[in-house]
Structure formats: C-alpha cells, structure tokens
C-alpha cells in the first residue's frame, strides 16, 4: 500500500513521503547499503571532543525518501546528499533519542542509485572506554577506540551492522608532537595550519563498522621483525607495535613472538594474513583484553608491556591472546557473521585456535588442559536453566552486549574440539579452508560452517543435525550410564537429559548428538571407544571384556557432564591417580557434577581432591580447589572446620614448601605457576598460618619505601604479588591500603596497578572496607579497575553486607565507572558467592527495578537469582552430616 501511494505521488509531481514507520532498533533494514566511507578526524588528545567528517557512498536499493543509520551522541552541524549524477539535494539529519538510530530524510522519494551522504560533526570523547576515547597515562594524553559491538556510531554515522561490510578512507588530523595510526598503513601526509598534520592511509578491504580503529598520542613505535612471505602469500608483512611514552622497549617479547604465530595460522587456513601490515598497541586503559582490529590490534597495555619482572601468567596470557586476537584476522575480519547471533562464530573459533597455535608453538603451556578447564567453566555456567543458546536471537543492543560470555567463548569453543576430534584434524582443517577460501571478505553463518565440515568429512544430514543441537539450545547434556557385565561381555547402558543441579527447577527432556567417548581400564591396560549418541537411550558394548573401571568422556574431549553408579564412580576414583593429565581432568568434571547434583557428598570430594593433588599439573592438582573452598564456606563449621583445613593444608603444603616462596633462576615456569596457585589457596582462601607469615614477610618489605618513597615492588616475588598485597592488607589494615591508595596515585605500571586495586578489595575491616568501595569508584580508579576491585570486595564472605548496602546507594556511581561489558553482569559481580534465598529475593528487588535502565540486566538479573537459589539448595541437600562424618574419621587417624 505504501509503494502505491508513492508511485501515484511521483505521477502527481508531489514531494509525499513515504510512512516512516517504527525506530528499528534491531537492524536496520534493506533499504540501503553502504559501499565506501571516507572518514576525517580532527583528533587533539589534550581537548575535551573531536571534531570529524563522513561522506558515505550508499547504494539505494530501493525507491525513498529517508534512511535509517546510526548515531550516538554525535552533534551533527551539516548534512548534505549527493545524487548519482552528482547533484546535491539537502537532507535532514534527526537522531531517535539515545537509541543509537538516527533517521536521514533525503527531501524527496529518490529511484535507487547510488549516491553519497556526508555529514559534519562533533563529539566528546566517551567516558567509559567506548568509541573514540580519551585516557591519560603518566600525565599525558592518549585517544584510543573499542567500537566492538556497538560503539562506532559514537564515532561516526554508519550502518553499524557486521553484516554491512564497506571500504573505509580514514586520515586524521593531529596536533604536533603527537602518533597516529589506523587500520592500514600511511600514505601521505599534509602540513596544516598551527604545526597539525593530516595524516592519509591506505583504503582498507572490505570491513564492518566495529573493526575500524584509530590511535592518537605521543606513542613509542617499536620496529618489529617483517613477516617475510610464505607459500602463502607473495608479499611480506611490516610488524610494529606501540606503547605508551617511555614504555617502548617492553615491547620487545610480544613482538618476537608474533611471526611465528601469523605464520602457524596462515598454515593452518592455507589462506594469507590479507591486510597489508601488523601493528600491536598497548592501550593504557581498555575495556576488553584486546581487540582484533585488522592492521591493528589493541590491548590491554599489561599484555604487551613485558620485562624480566613479568609475572609468570601475564607472560602466558600475553602469548594466548595474541594468538587469540590473530586468529581473528581470519574468523570475524575476514569472513565475518552477518549478526551478532553468530558472535560465535568470532569468538569461538579464535578462543579454539588460541589453543591449537598455543599448543603448537608452546606445548609447555599445557593448551590442552586449559581448554578442557575452560569447557568446565563454560558447563557450570550452563548449567543454569537462565542459561541462553551459542546461536542466541539477538533482538536489542543488550542483547549484543550479554553475547560476550563464557559460553560464547568456551563453551563454542569445546563443541568445536569435540566435533573436530570426531571428524578428524585434517577433515575438519580442510572443511576450515573451504569455508575461508569460499566467504573471505564477505559475511558467513553457522550453516554456511556447519556445510563445510559436513562435506569435507562426507557426513549426512545427522553430523549437521548433531552439531547444532549444541548452538541451537541451551544447556549442558548429563549423560548417565550403567554398566553390566554378563559372560564375558561387557555392555553400557546409556542415557541422555540435560543436566541440572540440585534444587533447579528446569527440565531436563533435552535431546543432543553427543560424541561419545568411553575410557576404560583392564589389568593394566587403557582402551578408549565413542559412537554418537543422538537418542534418549542407547547402549554401547564394550571391547575386552569387563573393565576393572570406565571413564564416560575419554580425554575431556566432549561437552557433556556424565553420572556413574556409586560403586562404579568408587572403582574410577581408585583408578584416578593412573589416568592422564586429560582424563583426570574429565574424572574431577564427573566429582563436580555429581556434587552439583547432590549425588557425590563431601567425603567424596575430598577422597577425589586427595586422588588428584600429587599430580604434576597444577590444572589436576588443583581442579577440584572450588569444591573444597565452598565445602569451607557454606558447610563447615567451627568444629569440621579445623579438620577440613588441616586436610587441605596436608593435601597441597609441603608442596608449596618444596617450592618456597621466591623466584629460582632458570626454573619451569609451571613451579612458579604452581606456586601462585598454591599461595593463593592456602594463604587467602584457606587461611593457613604458615603461609600468611610467609607472604606478610614479603609484603611488609614492599610497603618499606625506597629513597624516592615508593613501593619496594621487587621485595617480593612477582608472580606471588597480587597475593602478597592481598594478605598484608588484611593483615596490617589502614597503614598497607593507604600505602596503596598513595602508590596507584604515582604508578602507571598497569599490571602493577591491578596487583594493588584488587588487593585493596581484599579488606575486611568495615571502616576501610568503606574507604576502598569509595576508592574505587573514585576517578583515582581507572575505568577498567572499578569492577575488578568491586568484585575481589564481593569474593570475601565478611564484606558482602555491606558491599550490598553501599551499592544500593551508589550503583549509579558504579555504572558510571564500568564498561558497558560489565553492565549486563553487575547483579551476578556484585552477588556472587551469596547462598542463602532471601539475598536472591533482595537482588531481583533492586535489580528488576533497574531505576537507570542499564541494558543487558534482566539477563544478568536471571542468572544471579538462580546461582543464589541454587547454592542454598546444594547447602541444604548437602546438609552437614558427610562432613562432620568425615571429620570425624580425620580425628581418629
């Protein structure tokens, strides 16, 4: 009815228009697509905003007189459109509230063409790490970018869709003295009036709004080694990386480790690193742990800057997402989703490849136990009846912003290794290329994926079928198995349902393709054997006989959780300490998961902790450590107590004894990660006295000024330091938190800084407990610092009253001091750990009154109300008895 209204008004000669309609505030629709933006930045670190210019070549695709694009707080001064045979018209520009829509009316109802709208503005530069941003480091100046997912319409009118893939020609006017950098490299330069230059770069390929990036500020660019060219690709890659003023030369290991690792994945997809060159920027604040802006990739300053004093993880951490972040320059920036459901798509696969490229080029890092450590994190998160599908509709921009989570990532991540490891490595490679090669520089979908393995691996509609009931529905399978031996044979009873703890209310008539895979164990002698289980009930026979045990999940391999029989868990629990580093792993998942559901009781968990803490792997050793610090808060009393950390102490101590508490020189890197594990456990969640003494001893060296009174940092071990601070804080009180509070003042060292943010929220005394919580939503607080503080404040069990009281009064200070990434999860940081219902009552009060609307909360609301219900209910179904029973038995030995 609309287009005949507009046809009988283009007869008539009259200028009607066509019915607007209502604000999408999904995606936009089909009426336009953009082809090309060129994009000028007057950019003065030192100023308040920016001022800036787009002109977008938009391709009409049908007849209209207005557009829908986006806009967030962009103080449009001109709007102007040019027609394809070049002639202007005049055009209005009206932003939708702060919806992040705005709606281009175009005068008249113009054919489809192409024509180019361009737009004067002005801006301030954002707050909370979004969009273009301002940060200050060491008292100067840095503007940074984080358009990812939704902020590049507070840089620039757009399409502000990854589906909506265009040509970007970006140059930036900036003030002498100062660096800047883009997607792509420099091309020219021009002088301008009072010492600024515009700077002009090279036309990027084809990319969607949330990877264009841009970096302004006195900036030490280090010089990298060139990615010379391979059998991939012709021409070889100039590598840089930027840092803060002064900080250049602790550039020096990321940048060397960064050849090897492009190279690893340009083998893997058989396709070139496509954009031009590599530069790595340390960001002094940053909302994210990096980003994979093609061209340039943003970090957390802490990931980049490295130096002999480095703690042990951060350098491990540092090489992970850097291969996380380049993995991307194949999945999400070169074959991009189409919408943000498909985020996995991103995510997932860069999480996945971190591992394989981690795993390849520093098997010491043990990738393979961290991924099967990160698939259990991402099962207890979905284990949850608020939890939400991999592929979940997206409908408004909290939506967008909830994706990023632990089941994009992990749980993404392990259906693929499952999937991968059922298909076979090289099938499932070549089915990767295929879809690469086929997509590149344009959008793909799970299905487009889902077809490429199916056909490289020449599997039927039921591997597709498989694979997306794990992205398609939410939850985590439970499968239950029983087995039975009768003359000579062997055979196990199947059966599939979605797992739930004790106590949820969810149902469990879920149904999965589950590649199965079975461990067993016969005088000596380990076999393993899978089949697909895509029915409620199966069996499977088993080859040689009668086990003397079985493990459902050989090698950790799969996302699913498994129930035994009491007897037949009890026979794999004796077997534990012969299985390997993987299926003790996936041993501890089924002690976990049985303990969830009421079916495993304290003195199990602690008959399988001790099975497992002599193992080498700190990732075994120390699997089951969550277990046995709940069964300290929520069980123990003051009579079971003593005993239960007694037993810890005797499970892990004379480990950490062996190891001390200081660096050696030339030792493995995995006895300085255990070490830091071990005086974490034992020095602030157990309590153990030795240990305290021993890091309080560290910790008052530190706070013993030097001759510039500052911090003696180098007193203490740096891989033991954020836990050092923690316990002299709780320790020595007021005089070690305003030693910090006066350090974080002066200190710009960012993994310093967090070191010392988060062990100011480790305090329990409720005057300083107040004097931190003020702290840190202070702007002596980096944006980035407010929520770790609030969170570490949340983990110990005496501030909670009181942090919870404090927020209800100051949550519009919190919101304003967090990124819009920790928005959606504030009623799950800032309840955590609570175990009793009416504290999930008090929480769906304050949170579903959501007074500022601060998006993504109802999800976040969900999710921390069922943890809460939950944990009172595993409380109760546990209920005391095992433990003290236990404890009694420790009394008699």
């Not at 499968?479 to 949820?504: D, E, I, N, T, W």
């Not at 009060?845 to 909360?857: A, D, H, I, R, Y």
Request: glycine residues 8%; aromatic residues 8%; contains cysteine.
């Amino acid at each position: 009815m609309a287009m005949l209204r507009c046809l009988w008004c283009l007869l008539l000669g009259w200028a009607c228009a066509v019915q607007a309609g209502p604000v999408p505030l999904g995606r936009l629709p089909d009426t336009a697509r953009p082809l090309q933006y060129t994009l000028n930045f007057r950019l003065d670190p030192a100023a308040a905003g920016f001022s800036a210019s787009a002109a977008i070549r938009v391709e009409l695709r049908e007849p209209a007189d207005h557009l829908w694009l986006h806009a967030l707080e962009l103080e449009v001064t001109k709007v102007e459109l040019r027609d394809a045979a070049g002639k202007r018209h005049p055009a209005r520009f009206s932003a939708q509230g702060d919806s992040g829509v705005a709606r281009v009316d175009l005068g008249a109802i113009l054919p489809a063409q192409t024509l180019t709208l361009s737009f004067d503005y002005r801006a301030r530069y954002n707050s909370q790490l979004e969009g273009i941003y301002r940060t200050v480091r060491a008292g100067k100046p840095y503007v940074v970018t984080q358009m990812e997912p939704i902020s590049a319409r507070r840089a620039f009118p757009g399409f502000d869709e990854p589906r909506f893939k265009a040509v970007f020609d970006v140059s930036l006017d900036i003030p002498a003295g100062q660096q800047a950098v883009t997607n792509t490299a420099q091309s020219g330069e021009e002088k301008l009036a009072d010492g600024w230059r515009r700077l002009r770069f090279r036309s990027t390929p084809k990319l969607p709004t949330y990877l264009i990036a841009l970096a302004v500020g006195p900036w030490d660019i280090v010089e990298g080694e060139t990615i010379a060219a391979t059998r991939w690709r012709s021409e070889p890659v100039p590598l840089r990386a930027l840092a803060p003023q002064g900080e250049g030369p602790r550039l020096k290991e990321a940048l060397a480790a960064t050849p090897a690792i492009v190279r690893a994945l340009e083998d893997y997809f058989g396709y070139p690193y496509a954009f031009g060159k590599l530069d790595l920027l340390a960001a002094p604040d940053f909302s994210a742990g990096a980003m994979e802006n093609p061209g340039l990739v943003v970090f957390r300053e802490a990931l980049l800057l490295l130096d002999a004093n480095s703690p042990t993880d951060l350098r491990h951490s540092s090489f992970e997402v850097n291969a996380h972040e380049l993995a991307h320059q194949w999945f999400g920036d070169t074959v991009t989703m189409p919408w943000w459901d498909d985020l996995w798509l991103n995510e997932a696969f860069a999480t996945w490849m971190e591992g394989r490229i981690t795993g390849q080029l520093r098997p010491a890092q043990r990738a393979d136990l961290q991924r099967i450590a990160a698939a259990q994190h991402a099962m207890a998160a979905d284990s949850l009846a608020s939890a939400r599908r991999v592929r979940q509709p997206i409908g408004d921009n909290g939506d967008i912003e909830g994706a990023f989570d632990s089941l994009t990532y992990g749980k993404g991540a392990a259906v693929l290794g499952m999937f991968e490891a059922w298909l076979g490595e090289n099938v499932f490679r070549d089915g990767m290329r295929a879809y690469m090669k086929k997509h590149a520089f344009a959008n793909a979908t799970s299905d487009d994926l889902i077809d490429a393995l199916a056909e490289a691996g020449d599997k039927d509609a039921r591997f597709g079928k498989a694979m997306r009931s794990f992205l398609d529905q939410p939850g985590v399978p439970l499968v239950s198995s029983r087995l039975q031996c009768s003359g000579g044979k062997a055979v196990l009873q199947l059966h599939q349902q979605r797992y739930f703890p004790a106590g949820s209310q969810g149902s469990g008539e879920q149904r999965w393709g589950i590649p199965f895979c079975v461990r067993t164990g016969k005088d000596g002698r380990q076999a393993t054997q899978c089949q697909l289980l895509d029915q409620a009930s199966a069996t499977m026979a088993l080859d040689g006989g009668c086990p003397d045990w079985y493990l459902p999940n050989a090698q950790g391999r799969g996302y699913y959780r498994v129930a035994l029989l009491p007897e037949e868990l009890q026979h794999l629990t004796a077997a534990a300490a012969t299985l390997d580093d993987r299926d003790q792993l996936a041993f501890a998942d089924a002690i976990k998961a049985g303990f969830g559901r009421g079916d495993v009781d304290a003195a199990a968990v602690l008959a399988a902790a001790g099975r497992l803490a002599d193992a080498r792997p700190r990732e075994v050793a120390l699997a089951l450590q969550n277990e046995l610090v709940w069964l300290r808060r929520n069980l123990a009393d003051a009579q079971t107590r003593p005993p239960l950390d007694a037993y810890v102490s005797q499970l892990y101590l004379p480990r950490l004894r062996a190891l001390g508490y200081v660096r050696r020189a030339g030792e493995n890197p995995d006895d300085a990660l255990l070490r830091a594990d071990l005086a974490e456990l034992l020095g602030r969640k157990v309590e153990n006295a030795e240990v305290r003494a021993a890091l309080l001893q560290q910790g008052k060296a530190v706070l013993q000024p030097d001759a510039a009174g500052r911090l003696r940092f180098g007193a203490a071990n740096y891989d033991l330091l954020g836990t050092v601070l923690a316990v002299t804080v709780q320790e020595l009180g007021a005089p070690a938190v305003e030693a910090l509070i006066v350090e974080l003042a002066q200190n710009n060292d960012a993994s310093l800084r967090l070191s010392m943010a988060m062990a100011l929220g480790t305090t329990t005394d409720p005057a300083l407990g107040e004097r931190v919580r003020e702290f840190a939503v202070s702007d002596a607080a980096k944006i980035s610092e407010t929520a770790r503080i609030l969170a570490t404040h949340q983990y110990e069990p005496r501030n909670r009253t009181a942090l919870w009281q404090w927020l209800q009064r100051r949550y519009a200070q919190v919101v304003a001091r967090t990124p819009v990434f920790v928005h959606g999860n504030l009623p799950e940081l800032l309840s955590e750990g609570w175990c009793e219902t009416r504290q999930a009552a008090a929480v769906a009060e304050f949170f579903g009154k959501n007074p500022l609307q601060v998006s993504g909360v109802a999800q976040g609301l969900r999710r921390a109300q069922e943890a809460i219900t939950l944990c009172a209910a595993r409380r109760e179904r546990q209920g005391t008895a095992s433990l003290a029973a236990w404890a009694r038995g420790q009394a008699g030995k």
